[in-house]
């Protein structure tokens, strides 16, 4: 049976020591003894206990001296200690030295076990959460972020040459890029990753809740607030605050964050005291915040408090060549999820992944593969495992025209048409691959469907219940990063 913990007994009275050695052992523990303080170091490397239990005054070496050699050896190492009745402030210099808690003698057996209970609980959470630090500055670091492509490769180095100074990041590019993942990168490599990473999706929030959240808000700042509560940039104190799709905030919220940006202070909603925070700030977008600017909805001074450093995440088509490595990623993880023995790809599925656009890029591409994997039969990817839009890719139609000889109308159709293909139907990416308006889509496949010449590449556009808004806003609204 596994023993309740490690107990290094150190006492210099031999029947006090053996009868705590023995009372402990019953009790499930796994225990050593030693004589004092000197006797006691050599243990510390062999035994390797959970907790040190040491008598506070031996000759030779006292309590305190052997708790200061063993937090030498061991900076997490718990002790307690154990003394005399009139000897509680020798015990309280113990605990400034380090000892999690101290017992007067005679020692009551419960009380003991109480005592090493708690302290042992305290020393697994602390382990549990430095591995859980660790699993989490692993998955953040850099390495992380696959490509050997020239693109991603300047990416990279840019990060790490910017994540060290205090300077402000802007991160942009399309949806499903990774721009979450590169601000992370950011912050792990940076001095502040010992500090907290907060994340807040600007767009999700209604402009009340989105200052809230940022700032936070003093009990009755409005209806709801039964208590203060600390905003996000309080919570990230000494550390990063990543801001994902900053264009969506609201003209007011601007105002406030431009004013942290300059002073490093704010107050919260319904409240008055001033609060001083050290965050840096990490924003990112898939939206032109330059034609935001100069169409009045994003303030000018803003843009450039938070456009010291510019990194662009590039598109997956823009990448081609860290699709291979991305998809092998993407089949270990999720073969290994979902208990799968699947191992690769065959050479005519991987030439489809290749050869497919990825409009959704490395987000669309990962639920591509998670797909194929749950379906695949064998211990291979094939083409058939593949959705159809993405398998069809590697095969174009015979009849599509070519450069020499075509019109510009031919080859505006020939792209209308195959982008809806890709897309499903779906007036709004296509019209998003395209950099189009989905009204401009729309018109166009009416006058293919009315036209007297031959119309079987036509394709219905699908219905879309936004595509009214869409038309008079002419585009669509990105979904979360």
């Given at each position: 049976?596994?023993?309740?913990?490690?107990?290094?007994?150190?006492?210099?009275?031999?029947?006090?020591?053996?009868?705590?050695?023995e009372?402990?052992?019953?009790?499930?523990y796994?225990?050593?003894?030693a004589?004092d303080g000197?006797?006691a170091?050599?243990?510390?490397?062999?035994?390797?206990?959970?907790?040190?239990?040491t008598?506070?005054?031996?000759?030779?070496?006292?309590?305190?001296?052997l708790?200061?050699?063993?937090r030498?050896?061991?900076?997490?190492?718990?002790?307690?200690?154990?003394?005399a009745?009139?000897a509680?402030e020798?015990a309280?210099?113990?605990?400034?030295e380090?000892?999690?808690?101290?017992?007067?003698?005679p020692?009551?057996?419960?009380?003991?076990?109480?005592?090493?209970?708690?302290?042992l609980?305290?020393?697994?959470?602390?382990a549990?959460?430095?591995?859980?630090r660790?699993r989490?500055?692993?998955?953040?670091?850099?390495?992380?972020?696959?490509?050997?492509s020239?693109a991603?490769?300047?990416?990279l180095?840019?990060?790490?040459?910017?994540?060290?100074s205090?300077?402000?990041?802007?991160?942009?590019?399309e949806s499903?890029t990774?721009?979450e993942?590169?601000?992370a990168?950011?912050?792990e490599h940076?001095?502040?990753?010992?500090?907290?990473?907060?994340?807040?999706?600007?767009?999700?929030l209604?402009?009340?809740l989105l200052e809230?959240?940022?700032?936070?808000?003093?009990?009755?700042?409005?209806?709801?607030?039964?208590a203060r509560r600390?905003?996000?940039?309080?919570?990230?104190?000494?550390?990063?605050?990543f801001?994902?799709e900053?264009?969506d905030?609201s003209?007011?919220?601007?105002?406030?964050l431009?004013r942290?940006?300059?002073?490093?202070?704010?107050?919260?909603?319904?409240?008055?005291?001033?609060i001083k925070?050290?965050?840096r700030i990490v924003?990112?977008t898939?939206?032109?915040?330059l034609?935001?600017?100069?169409?009045?909805?994003?303030?000018?001074d803003?843009?450039?408090?938070?456009n010291?450093?510019?990194?662009e995440?590039?598109?997956?088509?823009g990448?081609?060549s860290?699709?291979?490595?991305?998809?092998?990623?993407?089949l270990r993880?999720?073969?290994?999820?979902?208990?799968?023995q699947?191992?690769?790809?065959?050479?005519?599925a991987l030439?489809?992944?290749t050869?497919?656009?990825?409009?959704?890029?490395?987000?669309?591409?990962?639920?591509?593969?998670?797909?194929?994997?749950?379906?695949?039969?064998g211990?291979?990817?094939q083409?058939?495992?593949?959705?159809?839009?993405i398998?069809?890719?590697?095969?174009?139609?015979d009849d599509?025209?070519?450069v020499?000889?075509?019109?510009?109308?031919?080859?505006e159709?020939?792209?209308?048409?195959k982008?809806?293909?890709?897309?499903?139907?779906?007036t709004?990416?296509a019209?998003?691959?395209?950099?189009?308006?989905?009204?401009?889509?729309?018109?166009k496949?009416?006058?293919?469907n009315?036209?007297?010449?031959s119309?079987?590449?036509?394709?219905?556009?699908?219905?879309?219940?936004?595509a009214?808004a869409q038309a008079?806003?002419?585009g669509?609204?990105?979904?979360?990063?």
């Open positions: 049976m596994q023993p309740r913990g490690r107990i290094l007994v150190v006492d210099d009275e031999a029947n006090a020591r053996m009868a705590l050695a009372l402990l052992r019953e009790e499930g796994a225990v050593e003894t004589a000197f006797k170091l050599p243990k510390l490397d062999e035994f390797a206990p959970d907790l040190v239990l008598d506070l005054r031996m000759p030779g070496m006292d309590g305190i001296e708790l200061r050699k063993a030498d050896k061991d900076p997490e190492c718990v002790a307690v200690v154990m003394t009745f009139g509680v020798s309280v210099a113990a605990m400034r380090g000892a999690a808690d101290y017992l007067t003698k020692i009551n057996m419960d009380e003991l076990v109480l005592v090493l209970e708690r302290c609980e305290r020393r697994r959470l602390r549990e959460a430095g591995f859980l660790q989490l500055s692993e998955r953040h670091r850099i390495q992380n972020i696959i490509g050997s020239p991603i490769k300047n990416v180095d840019t990060v790490l040459q910017v994540a060290p205090r300077a402000s990041v802007l991160i942009t590019g499903g990774g721009k993942l590169l601000a990168a950011l912050h940076s001095q502040r990753s010992h500090g907290p990473f907060v994340k807040l999706h600007c767009a999700a209604a402009e009340t809230s959240e940022l700032f936070g808000h003093e009990r009755g700042a409005f209806t709801g607030a039964v600390d905003g996000r940039f309080q919570q990230a104190d000494g550390g990063t605050l801001l994902d900053i264009g905030i003209p007011a919220t601007q105002v406030k431009l942290f940006l300059q002073e490093h202070e704010f107050e919260r909603v319904g409240g008055n005291q001033t925070v050290d965050v924003a990112a898939n939206r032109d915040l034609r935001l600017v100069k169409d009045g909805k994003f303030r000018e803003l843009y450039y408090r938070l010291v450093v510019s990194i995440m590039p598109a997956l088509r990448r081609t860290d699709i291979p490595l991305l998809a092998m990623h993407f993880k999720y073969a290994k999820e979902n208990e799968k699947v191992t690769g790809f065959a050479d005519e030439e489809s992944l050869r497919y656009a990825w409009p959704g890029n490395v987000r669309e591409l990962e639920n591509a593969i998670e797909r194929a994997v749950v379906i695949c039969r211990d291979t990817v083409r058939s495992d593949l959705a159809r839009s398998a069809t890719a590697a095969h174009p139609n599509a025209p070519t020499p000889g075509a019109t510009l109308a031919e080859l159709r020939y792209a209308i048409i982008t809806l293909e890709h897309t499903g139907g779906s709004s990416r019209a998003e691959i395209l950099g189009i308006s989905p009204r401009k889509i729309q018109y496949l009416h006058e293919y009315g036209s007297s010449s119309n079987k590449e036509a394709v219905q556009p699908r219905a879309e219940p936004v009214g008079q806003g002419g669509e609204k990105e979904g979360s990063e």
